[in-house]
């Protein structure tokens, strides 16, 4: 069972930054996986925010999220990063990692715990 753990989240003024990490715990390999990011809003349904291929060739981003936030990863440190810039209220939520077997991300095989962002003066 591949098991992934976030970190990074927390509370940031409109126009900050964060950095969130997603790290693969145990034996998981995390190149074998796609990997992306959601969010789920209070009352609203989760949705995608960046995606990443396995080797870190492709990327993908919600328009909402395109040119403030950049999904990366380092394999050899079995951890997907997502650096979120120019942060605004609308960017809270509840982010989660999420491993795929098959890029583009249609169905997630492993989803990680998810990490608290909130984004208010």
């Known amino acids: 069972q591949a098991q992934f753990v976030e970190s990074g989240g927390g509370f940031v003024q409109p126009g900050g930054s964060l950095r969130l990490s997603c790290a693969a715990s145990g034996h998981t390999v995390v190149d074998y996986y796609a990997m992306g990011w959601f969010r789920q809003a209070p009352a609203k349904e989760r949705e995608f925010v960046a995606g990443?291929?396995?080797?870190?060739?492709?990327?993908h981003y919600a328009n909402s999220v395109r040119a403030r936030f950049t999904i990366s990863r380092d394999n050899a440190k079995n951890t997907v990063y997502l650096q979120m810039n120019s942060l605004k209220p609308e960017d809270t939520a509840v982010y989660y990692c999420a491993a795929a077997l098959v890029y583009p991300i249609v169905s997630v095989n492993y989803w990680g715990q998810g990490t608290q962002v909130t984004v208010s003066s």
């Open positions: 990443i291929t396995g080797s870190g060739g492709v990327t």
